[in-house]
């Protein structure tokens, strides 16, 4: 099992940045695929972007590509998620996961998450 903390989140102008951090404790984290998800009031919650266990492959949400950019560091057991150009449209709350099986974008499939970090864009 694994336990993992977002931090990062904040309120940021429109076209400004933010990273987010999720660590990871618990079982060793380079046996996670590691994805982004993220859900705005009354929506479901949408895929952003998701890593390998090695980080050699990532995908991201067409919303999303070329703006953000996810990354992991294995020996500090975290995931990050650089935020770039950002839009009313990406406020939400943002929440990291951790899989053990195939990669995949489909959140039903990842097994852990984190509690979330609020992300608030404004105009």
């Known amino acids: 099992q694994v336990q993992l903390v977002e931090s990062g989140g904040g309120l940021v102008q429109a076209g400004g940045s933010l990273r987010l951090s999720c660590a990871a404790s618990g079982r060793t984290f380079n046996v996670y695929n590691m994805g982004w998800f993220r859900q705005a009031p009354g929506k479901e919650r949408d895929f952003v972007a998701a890593t390998t266990r090695s980080g050699a492959l990532t995908y991201y949400a067409d919303s999303v590509k070329g703006r953000f950019t996810i990354s992991r560091d294995n020996a500090k057991n975290t995931v990050y998620l650089q935020m770039n150009s950002l839009k009313p449209e990406d406020t939400a709350v943002y929440y990291c996961?951790?899989?053990?099986?195939?990669?995949?974008?489909?959140?039903?499939?990842?097994?852990?998450w984190g509690q979330g970090t609020q992300v608030t864009v404004s105009s």
């Open positions: 996961a951790a899989d053990t099986g195939v990669f995949t974008t489909r959140a039903e499939t990842y097994d852990y």
